[in-house]
Every structure is written in structure tokens, then in C-alpha cells.
């Protein structure tokens, strides 16, 4: 299990996230939804140690784990798909992928690759073809996919939707589902809040960096304050 206990951070002196608790249980889809500079990527970084902690502890499976770089983090099976995705645009999608997997095994590689091509056929259909090449939805897609080449336990999505349709949207949430599905926990963190509910085990609300809501993810759909500040209705 993935725990943020009671964590204030922030940059500089500046600070952001306030006596900020979740958790994510093995198998579980959990989001957390606010708007925009809430604080949902600043929460991210404190889990990747890009920023300090001010207080506070990050653990997982009882370790503590506060700090620890990505690449340490990686070989626990922690691993996060940015904002920003990080494509190599020049180079195809398979060599995307593989670059995923500097953890693994050479023999476990191809092994992985087919899974991925399973839950995404479309980077199958373009696996030659440049990254850069490819729509919005299929570059999320595939940094989703390079994230899995590095078999994790928990994985960590900031904004897979942006910039996205409503229905490529779908399309990546629900592999969100399948993957969690597949006994991988998700950690997601969405503006778009009304989608992210829909797909939650469990969700937070995250306003000016604390926690002012948690519950199933339905049942936080269902909640009027959620409903007026959030999904517009
Ligand atoms: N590198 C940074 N330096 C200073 N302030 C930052 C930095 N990144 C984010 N912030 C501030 O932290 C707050 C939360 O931002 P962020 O975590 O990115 O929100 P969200 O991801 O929910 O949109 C915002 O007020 C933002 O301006
Ligand atoms: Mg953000």
C-alpha cells in the first residue's frame, strides 16, 4: 500500500499542500480530482521526490520512502507518467517502449511488449512509426505503455485527458480500468473530474492543497457540493 501521511510541501518557502493524507490499497483505482493548481501534480512530485517534504512521510508497504528518486522508486514499482508525457518524438513507438523496461530482464521485454500491444493495438498497428507522428490520445497511450514496460505495482497518471476528446478520454480511462484490473493500482489525478469519478474505487478532493472530500468514487459523484464546484451541474 501506498501511503501520504499527513504531508506539507510546497516550493521555497511557499507552501502548497497542507496535512495531506491518501492512500492507495493494492488494486485500487484511486483519483484525485481538484481544479487546476489545487495541488494534484504538486502531490505527484512529493510521491516521485522531485520537491521535499516540509513534513509529513511518504511509505509504501511500510517502508518509509519519503525522498526517494525516480529510479529508486522504479525498482520498488512505482512509476509516474508526467504532465507532459516525455515522448522521444523522433523515435518510433517501440523503441519508446523498450526504453521503458531499463529495468527488466532482455527476456521479459517481449513479453511485455505483447501485453501492451493487447491493451493498445493502436501503438501494434504504429509501432514503427515516430512517436511524434501520432494523435494526442496515442502519445497518452503510449506513455501509459512505456510506464508498463516497467511492470509496476502502483502507477501514477497526471492528467492522462488533457488536451484530449471526450471520447479518447474514454478510451484511456478505461484502459486505466484495465489496468487496475489486471492487479496494477492507479493512482490518477484529473481535472476533468466527472470521468475520473465514474472510474474511481475511491477518490479525494483536493482544494487549495488539503482534502476536503474522500469516498467511493460514486458516491463523490453523487455529492451536491462535488456536483456544484465540479462536474458543472
Ligand atoms: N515549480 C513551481 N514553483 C512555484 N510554485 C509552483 C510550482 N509548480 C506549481 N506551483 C504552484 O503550486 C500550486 C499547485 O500547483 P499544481 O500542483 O501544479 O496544481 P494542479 O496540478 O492541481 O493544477 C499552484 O498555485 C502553482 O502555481
Ligand atoms: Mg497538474
Same mark, same amino acid.
Given at each position: 500500500?501506498?501511503?501520504?501521511?499527513?504531508?506539507?510541501?510546497?516550493?521555497?518557502?511557499?507552501?502548497?499542500?497542507? =496535512?495531506?493524507?491518501?492512500?492507495?490499497?493494492?488494486?485500487?483505482?484511486?483519483?484525485?480530482?481538484?481544479?487546476?493548481?489545487?495541488?494534484?501534480?504538486?502531490?505527484?512530485?512529493? @510521491?516521485?521526490?522531485?520537491?521535499?517534504?516540509?513534513?509529513?512521510?511518504?511509505?509504501?508497504?511500510?517502508?518509509?520512502?519519503?525522498?526517494?528518486?525516480?529510479?529508486?522508486?522504479?525498482? &520498488?514499482?512505482?512509476?509516474?507518467?508526467? =504532465?507532459?508525457?516525455?515522448?522521444?518524438?523522433?523515435?518510433?513507438?517501440?523503441?519508446?517502449?523498450?526504453?521503458?523496461?531499463?529495468?527488466?530482464?532482455?527476456?521479459?521485454? *517481449? =513479453?511485455?511488449?505483447?501485453?501492451?500491444?493487447?491493451?493498445?493495438?493502436?501503438?501494434?498497428? &504504429?509501432?514503427?512509426?515516430?512517436?511524434?507522428?501520432? /494523435?494526442?490520445?496515442?502519445?497518452?497511450?503510449?506513455? @501509459?505503455?512505456?510506464?508498463?514496460?516497467?511492470?509496476?505495482?502502483?502507477?501514477?497518471?497526471?492528467?492522462?485527458?488533457?488536451?484530449? /476528446?471526450?471520447?479518447?478520454?474514454?478510451?484511456?480511462? *478505461?484502459?486505466?480500468?484495465?489496468? &487496475?484490473? /489486471?492487479?496494477? /493500482?492507479?493512482?490518477?489525478?484529473?481535472? *476533468?473530474?466527472?470521468?475520473?469519478?465514474?472510474?474511481?474505487?475511491?477518490?479525494?478532493?483536493?482544494?487549495?492543497?488539503?482534502?476536503?472530500?474522500?469516498?467511493?468514487?460514486? =458516491?463523490?459523484?453523487?455529492?451536491? &457540493?462535488?456536483?456544484?464546484?465540479?462536474?458543472?451541474?
Amino acid at each position: 500500500m501506498l501511503e501520504l501521511d499527513n504531508i506539507a510541501a510546497g516550493y521555497g518557502k511557499l507552501q502548497i499542500l497542507h =496535512e495531506l493524507s491518501i492512500h492507495v490499497r493494492p488494486g485500487e483505482l484511486v483519483s484525485v480530482v481538484g481544479a487546476n493548481g489545487a495541488g494534484k501534480t504538486t502531490t505527484l512530485r512529493v @510521491i516521485s521526490g522531485l520537491i521535499g517534504t516540509m513534513g509529513g512521510q511518504v511509505r509504501y508497504d511500510g517502508e518509509v520512502i519519503t525522498g526517494l528518486r525516480a529510479h529508486q522508486l522504479v525498482k &520498488r514499482g512505482i512509476v509516474q507518467v508526467s =504532465e507532459d508525457r516525455d515522448l522521444f518524438g523522433p523515435m518510433t513507438v517501440e523503441e519508446n517502449l523498450v526504453l521503458g523496461a531499463w529495468t527488466r530482464r532482455k527476456a521479459a521485454i *517481449n =513479453e511485455e511488449l505483447e501485453r501492451i500491444f493487447e491493451l493498445f493495438p493502436i501503438l501494434l498497428e &504504429r509501432r514503427r512509426q515516430a512517436a511524434q507522428t501520432m /494523435s494526442g490520445g496515442q502519445q497518452q497511450m503510449l506513455a @501509459i505503455g512505456r510506464a508498463l514496460m516497467a511492470k509496476p505495482k502502483v502507477l501514477m497518471l497526471d492528467e492522462p485527458s488533457t488536451g484530449l /476528446s471526450p471520447k479518447m478520454t474514454w478510451d484511456v480511462l *478505461n484502459a486505466a480500468s484495465a489496468i &487496475r484490473d /489486471s492487479g496494477v /493500482s492507479v493512482l490518477l489525478v484529473e481535472q *476533468n473530474a466527472a470521468q475520473a469519478l465514474a472510474i474511481s474505487d475511491r477518490a479525494y478532493v483536493l482544494e487549495s492543497g488539503s482534502v476536503v472530500l474522500e469516498g467511493p468514487g460514486r =458516491e463523490l459523484a453523487g455529492d451536491e &457540493r462535488v456536483k456544484k464546484a465540479y462536474l458543472g451541474l
